[in-house]
């Protein structure tokens, strides 16, 4: 929306309307609230906001009316989540295989849906510990029983990582654990399946495309890190540049600019058709990851503003992805996945525009990525340093040119990948990719062996850091002020920050 310059506009009005934007963050609000109270204190607190947000309605308060209302909404849409929490103890666990079991160095773990518990069924899914074994007798599909161990996961005083809010945002009740092999009593050809095996030939024409490097090849293009070594994660996180590891905008811009370069832009209805095809099957591969809907989301709505002769805009596209993936899956917010990526896209539509005029002298094209990168680290800063306890001290330089790697790599990958699928003797197409993987897995390797790659730090709560956000905010274009002002506000959030921080420590 067009920013007013005149005295008057300023001195009225902070911020333009957005109602998109305000309902998300009312309804995230509410999601949060209601996995923190729980139970009937959560639905008397959403009676109580429906109330107000009606008493707003009625006085022609849309703000506040929205607020309310969507804080409510969130709250009641966690409550009906959350699922009843079984015992811990020892059962006798029924279930079917969501996927397949993962293997790991002395034992192997796997998701069950449709269990049961002594007969009894449990709303949610169970992660189930077993014997390293079990990996090559079990398969997708597989309904299974064995006495096991149940655990509830809960959150470690003192630690911002939160177990129980983790497990919940993958859909996972409760944990169990056992020495037994579980017996197969059947098998279910479902759409469960059907998608394993399918992901199972990707892993296989990965393997013989890339060899080594098909591991990474998996994470970059199908969001499955599981045959990605702990090293090499450890290195795309010390340099910073591990967010190329989960699927988001960057591969949905590479992808939907491969399909909007052979479809002319006279035909805009089938270019959003074909993208949404493409995007919805694409999501559906990878296990619906909440970066990758976000991303796709806004693509598609980017698409579509011309179709409905409206323009198309940024936060509320952004605001239009969180809602959508918050109604499907409230739990979802507690995704550190969720949480990187809307920080990384929320803070360049924040600072990219601001940044991009401190940088004016430079070369355009160095100035566009030298600020998206810059808005880009401050955003994922916070959640960052709160999950990871480290700051990458060389993530700008190493965004600058390893980006641009990804975007020659994906479209090779993706098309050595489907050759190799459709005829083996066509090794030849995923030659020049894997060199490619090669040399982006030792740049990343260089940058995280350098000297002080790595600033280790220790934040045991998230409520100081989220005036970083506020000082983003108040830098932003859309923040109504004069330069000034704007500096000042920011100021004041970032010299809260600070406060809050040195209580912290001098509490510990």
Not at 326 to 331: M, T
Not at 475 to 481: A, T
Request: net charge positive; hydrophobic share 55%; proline share 7%.
């Amino acid at each position: 929306m067009p920013v007013p310059t005149d005295p008057a506009s300023l001195s009225h009005h902070r911020f333009h309307f957005r109602p998109l934007v305000l309902a998300a963050a009312g309804f995230a609000c509410g999601v949060f609230l209601a996995y923190q109270v729980s139970g009937m204190p959560a639905v008397f607190a959403a009676c109580l906001f429906l109330f107000f947000g009606a008493l707003f309605f009625l006085s022609r308060n849309a703000v506040y009316a929205i607020l309310f209302l969507s804080l409510a909404a969130g709250m009641l849409r966690m409550a009906a989540a959350l699922p009843t929490l079984p015992q811990e103890g020892e059962y006798e666990i029924t279930g079917t295989l969501a996927s397949e079991v993962e293997a790991k160095q002395d034992h192997a773990l796997a998701v069950l849906y449709g269990v049961t518990l002594d007969g009894k069924p449990l709303s949610g899914r169970v992660q189930i510990r077993l014997p390293k074994d079990a990996a090559k007798k079990l398969q997708t599909g597989d309904t299974v029983c064995v006495f096991a161990s149940l655990r509830i996961p809960e959150k470690t005083p003192g630690s911002s990582f939160d177990p129980r809010a983790y497990y919940l945002s993958e859909g996972i009740t409760a944990l169990a654990y056992t020495k037994a092999i579980p017996k197969a009593l059947s098998h279910r050809i479902g759409p469960n399946y059907r998608l394993a095996a399918f992901r199972m030939q990707m892993h296989n024409a990965l393997s013989l495309a890339y060899g080594e490097e098909a591991p990474l090849a998996a994470a970059l293009l199908m969001n499955d890190k599981s045959f990605l070594s702990d090293d090499v994660q450890d290195a795309f996180r010390s340099a910073g540049v591990a967010h190329i590891l989960a699927l988001s905008g960057l591969h949905v811009s590479v992808f939907v600019s491969m399909l909007a370069a052979v479809l002319p832009k006279r035909l805009p209805l089938l270019r959003f058709l074909l993208a949404a095809l493409f995007l919805s099957a694409y999501c559906l591969i990878a296990n619906f990851p909440p970066s990758l809907i976000r991303a796709s989301v806004m693509a598609l709505l980017t698409l579509a503003a011309p179709l409905a002769d409206r323009r198309y805009d940024s936060p509320s596209a952004l605001a239009a992805a969180l809602l959508l993936i918050l109604l499907f899956s409230p739990a979802s917010l507690f995704s550190v996945g969720l949480q990187l990526s809307f920080a990384a896209t929320g803070a360049i539509l924040l600072l990219q525009r601001p940044l991009a005029s401190l940088f004016r002298r430079l070369p355009k094209a160095l100035s566009g990525s030298l600020s998206v990168t810059l808005a880009g680290t401050f955003g994922t800063l916070p959640p960052t340093v709160l999950y990871f306890g480290q700051l990458p001290l060389y993530t700008v330089f190493a965004n600058m040119i390893i980006v641009p790697l990804m975007g020659i790599l994906l479209p090779l990958v993706l098309f050595g990948t489907a050759a190799v699928a459709l005829s083996p003797d066509a090794l030849w197409c995923a030659m020049l990719p894997k060199q490619l993987l090669i040399i982006l897995r030792l740049l990343t390797e260089e940058f995280a062996s350098l000297p002080f790659a790595v600033l280790r730090l220790s934040v045991p709560k998230a409520l100081p850091l989220l005036p970083l956000y506020g000082a983003m905010l108040m830098l932003s274009p859309y923040h109504l002020r004069p330069k000034r002002e704007k500096l000042q506000t920011a100021a004041l959030f970032l010299l809260l920050s600070a406060a809050m921080l040195f209580i912290l420590r001098c509490m510990a």
